[in-house]
């Protein structure tokens, strides 16, 4: 069984960062691309960055473009979203995700909430 815990989430203010990690298991998480998603209240969950199984390659949703960036460690089997200059609209619950063995696996989310 999959298993996908994040961490790091909390309350920043504008202009702050945070550092989000998930540590996963039960797969083959080296060969397997990465994501992270978040969902604000009253929206659509969206993808916020990915990253290919060897980290060569990453991809981000423009609005985070610049501000956050995603990491992995293969040897750690986790997976990291560093947001730095952010927003009241990066206000939401973050998720990890991984998609294997045909189906999208996910974490139980962190909230992440910026706000003075």
Not at 53 to 74: C, E, H
Request: glycine share 10%; aromatic share 10%.
């Amino acid at each position: 069984q999959v298993h996908l815990v994040e961490s790091g989430g909390g309350l920043v203010q504008p202009g702050g960062s945070l550092r989000l990690s998930c540590a996963a298991s039960e797969f083959s998480f080296s060969t397997n691309v990465m994501s992270w998603y978040r969902q604000a209240p009253g929206k659509e969950r969206e993808l916020v960055a990915a990253i290919s199984a060897t980290g060569g390659a990453t991809n981000y949703v423009d609005s985070v473009k610049g501000r956050f960036t995603i990491s992995r460690d293969n040897a750690k089997n986790t997976v990291y979203l560093q947001m730095d200059s952010l927003k009241p609209e990066d206000t939401a619950v973050y998720y990890c995700n991984v998609y294997a063995d045909r189906r999208d696996y996910w974490g139980q989310g962190t909230q992440v909430t910026v706000s003075s």
